[in-house]
Nanobody, 125 residues
Framework: VQLQASGGGWVQAGGSLRLSCAAS????????MGWFRQAPGEERKFVAV????????YYTDSVKGRFTISRDSASNTVYLQMNSLKAEDTAVYYC???????????????????WGQGTLVTVSS
């Protein structure tokens, strides 16, 4: 599976961005598809995921109610809609594919087999 992330950019606090992750090689329904982010000087952290098995979505607490992960089978693309952005959302965002489906596994970046190249989101306060 090859993943291509896009959609990052600069936005003022309170604004919105939509990230895209285009997959090739296998259908996104075959994997749980997640988003992680890495701020400067920090480790990569879980943001959101859609489980392939039951299609449930999970979010880290800091983005609940603001971010929405979705999947479009026709285009084999996963999206992360980000609203009400805050300065602390500034990071490089990565999409990833995992063969796991449980929440405890999907919040760990070690459980993902494939990664996109990352797209930078900068939120200005």
């Amino acid at each position: 599976v090859q993943l291509q992330a896009s959609g990052g950019g600069w936005v003022q606090a309170g604004g919105s961005l939509r990230l895209s992750c285009a997959a090739s090689g296998r259908a996104v329904e075959s994997y749980s598809m997640g988003w992680f982010r890495q701020a400067p000087g920090e480790e990569r952290k879980f943001v959101a995921v859609k489980s392939y098995r039951d299609r449930r979505t999970y979010y880290t607490d800091s983005v609940k109610g603001r971010f929405t992960i979705s999947r479009d089978s026709a285009s084999n693309t996963v999206y992360l809609q980000m609203n009400s952005l805050k300065a602390e959302d500034t990071a490089v965002y990565y999409c990833a594919a995992s063969p796991y489906y449980s929440y405890s596994d999907l919040t760990s970046n070690y459980k993902y087999d494939y990664w996109g190249q990352g797209t930078l989101v900068t939120v200005s306060s």
